[in-house]
C-alpha cells in the first residue's frame, strides 16, 4: 500500500518553487511502501523522492530527518534530505509533512547473491557504528508490547493451531530480556525492498521511518530473514554467513548476543508476521493497495524453530 494520498503535478509545483531543485519533468507514485506515500519527482536539475506522511505528524519527524542527515554525513549509504528556501527539511503538500530526498543509484535486488548479503551485512554494520554519535532517542513503536496487543487483535481471524502458534511465540519474547544487548539506532525495516543495490554495492538504504532504538541484533535478525530467506520461509544457509560474515567484520556480536541470537531470529519475524497478519484483516484504504503474505513469516519462524544451525561458527 504506497498511495494513500494522491498528488498532481498542479500540487506539486508550487511546492517545488520553496526548493532550489528546478521545475517538474515528472511525477512517479511509488508502489513498494507500506506506510506513507511515496512519489518519484524528476526535474530539471535531477531526481529525487517525495514522502508524504499519512501517520506521523510534522512533530514526529525530527529524530528520523535529523537521522537521515547524520548518516548521509558520516558516509552512509542513505538518502540526504533536501532543505526548501527556509532551511527546513519538513514541509506540507496537500495537508500531510513531507519530506524531500535525493534519489539513490541502484535497484531492489529481488534475488540477492552472497556478495550483494555481505555488502548489506557490512554497511548495515558501519551504520549502527555511525549512529552512536546521533544524539536523537526513538523508543521502538512496535515493540513486544504492539506484537502482543496486534496478536490479539488479530486471532479471531486466524485458524486455531495458527494462533495458538503466534501466542506461544508472543508468550516466548514477552518473557525474553533483551536490554544488556548493544543497542543504539535501528533501521528496523531492512528488507530487501529498502535497499538500492548499484551492481553488488549498495547504493543506499531508504525508507528509515520505522527506525528507533533498540538492540543493533535486533536489526541484524530483521535483515537477514528476508534478505536470506527462500520463498519457503527457509534461510539460504550461503547468503546467511555473507551477510554475517560481512557485519561482523565490521562489529563482532559479543557473548550475550550469540546466546540471544535464535530467539531474536523468532522475535524478528514475529514482528512483521503481526504486522502483515494486521495489513491483512484490517488494511488501510489507499488508492494503490496490496497486503503483503502474513504467512511467509509464519514458516520463518517455524523453520527458526527447528534449526540447529545459526551460521556463528
Known amino acids: 500500500m504506497s498511495v494513500f494520498t494522491t498528488v498532481t503535478p498542479d500540487d506539486l509545483a508550487p511546492f517545488l518553487k520553496r526548493y532550489c531543485i528546478g521545475q517538474l519533468v515528472e511525477l512517479k507514485g511509488i508502489a513498494a511502501g507500506v506506510t506513507n506515500t511515496n512519489f518519484f519527482v524528476t526535474t530539471t536539475h535531477g531526481r529525487y523522492v517525495l514522502t508524504l506522511f499519512e501517520t506521523l505528524q510534522a512533530e514526529e519527524l525530527p529524530y528520523y530527518v535529523n ?9 552512509i549509504a542513505s538518502a540526504a534530505p533536501i532543505a526548501n528556501l527556509d532551511d527546513q527539511y519538513v514541509d506540507t503538500l496537500n495537508g500531510k509533512p513531507t519530506l524531500l530526498v535525493t534519489c539513490l543509484p541502484g535497484k531492489v ?39 502482543a496487543d496486534t496478536a490479539a487483535t488479530v486471532a479471531p481471524f486466524m485458524a ?20 544488556a544487548l548493544p543497542s543504539g539506532m535501528v533501521h528496523a525495516d531492512l528488507f530487501r525492498d529498502n535497499v538500492l543495490m548499484d551492481g553488488d554495492r549498495v547504493g543506499g538504504f531508504i525508507d528509515f521511518y520505522y527506525a528507533c532504538n533498540d538492540a543493533w541484533l535486533y536489526d541484524v535478525a530483521i535483515a537477514l530473514n528476508d534478505w536470506c530467506s527462500t520463498a519457503d520461509g527457509n534461510i ?13 567484520d565490521v562489529r563482532p556480536l559479543d557473548a550475550a548476543e550469540k546466546a540471544a541470537w535464535p530467539t531474536m531470529l523468532r522475535g524478528a519475524a514475529l514482528r512483521f508476521w503481526t504486522s502483515r497478519l494486521l495489513d491483512f484483516h484490517k488494511p488501510a484504504s489507499g488508492e494503490m493497495t496490496f497486503a503483503k503474505d502474513p504467512t511467509h513469516f509464519q514458516r520463518v519462524i517455524e523453520h527458526h524453530t527447528r534449526r540447529q544451525d545459526f551460521w556463528l561458527d
Open 160 to 179: 486455531p493451531a495458527d494462533a495458538q502458534l503466534l501466542q506461544a511465540e508472543v508468550t516466548l519474547q514477552q518473557s525474553t530480556d533483551y536490554r
Open 109 to 147: 535486488a529481488e534475488h540477492p547473491n552472497t556478495t550483494q548479503c555481505a555488502e548489506v551485512g557490512e554497511m548495515l554494520a558501519q551504520m549502527h557504528l555511525a549512529s552512536r554519535s546521533y544524539g536523537g532517542y526513538m523508543k521502538n513503536p512496535r515493540g513486544v508490547q504492539w506484537w
Open 236 to 248: 539460504d544457509d550461503a547468503r546467511a554467513r555473507a551477510f554475517l560474515k560481512g557485519y561482523t
Open 67 to 75: 537521522l537521515l542527515a547524520h548518516l548521509a554525513h558520516h558516509g
